[in-house]
């Protein structure tokens, strides 16, 4: 399997906000932002053996490992969503 980017990240990274052409993208009214609320994922609390060396890397990031933890699988699944659902059909 190759996940490889084809994405030329340097040049991204080097664009400015003028840079990215938004024309195809509807302005929101106030409207929207009238209706608008904030909504975050439903979390669970699990259990998980993770090898001591892992373990101890996050903890050295500091005081919220736990949080880095749950954002490195969600990154994790996200990335693999697509070659899950194909391999399974």
Do not use: C
């Amino acid at each position: 399997m190759n996940n490889t980017s084809k994405t030329d990240w340097e040049r991204i990274d080097a664009m400015n906000d003028e840079d990215i052409d938004t024309s195809d993208i509807p302005p929101l009214s106030a409207g929207f932002w009238a209706k608008a609320q904030l909504s975050s994922p439903k979390q669970i609390t699990t259990s998980v053996q993770i090898d001591s060396e892992t373990f101890a890397w996050f903890q050295s990031q500091g005081e919220n490992a736990a949080q880095q933890m749950s954002a490195a699988l969600k990154i994790y699944a996200e990335a693999h969503k697509s070659y899950l659902t194909t391999t399974k059909s």
